[in-house]
């Protein structure tokens, strides 16, 4: 059973940096494709980025470029998020998915706000 566990969410100023983290279990996580995605109030699933299953590759959504990086710990099954210079319109429950199935998570409340 897949199973992503999300955490690393909070309340941070403007301009602040968050990293979240996803562990993953229950499927091969080397070989696996995984993204992030979010969730603002009222509003629909945006996909943020994602990475394949080699380290160091990733693309994302214009609206996170330059501010936001995955990367993955192949090692750990961990997958993160490093967001920087965050504003007020990325306030969101943060969810991590594994491509092929689908699954996500139950994510994590980002807050930004001064």
């Known amino acids: 059973e897949v199973q992503l566990v999300e955490s690393g969410g909070g309340l941070v100023q403007p301009g602040g940096s968050l990293r979240l983290s996803c562990a993953a279990s229950?499927?091969?996580?080397?070989?696996?494709?995984m993204s992030w995605v979010r969730q603002a109030p009222g509003k629909g699933l945006e996909w943020i980025g994602t990475?394949?299953?080699?380290?160091?590759?990733?693309v994302y959504a214009d609206s996170v470029k330059g501010r936001f990086t995955i990367s993955r710990d192949n090692g750990k099954n961990t997958v993160y998020l490093q967001m920087n210079n965050l504003k007020s319109e990325d306030t969101a429950v943060y969810y991590c998915?594994?491509?092929?199935?689908?699954?996500r998570g139950k994510g994590t409340q980002v807050t930004v706000s001064s």
């Open positions: 229950g499927f091969t996580f080397r070989d696996a494709a």
């Open positions: 998915r594994e491509i092929s199935t689908g699954a």
């Open positions: 990475t394949n299953s080699g380290p160091g590759f990733a």
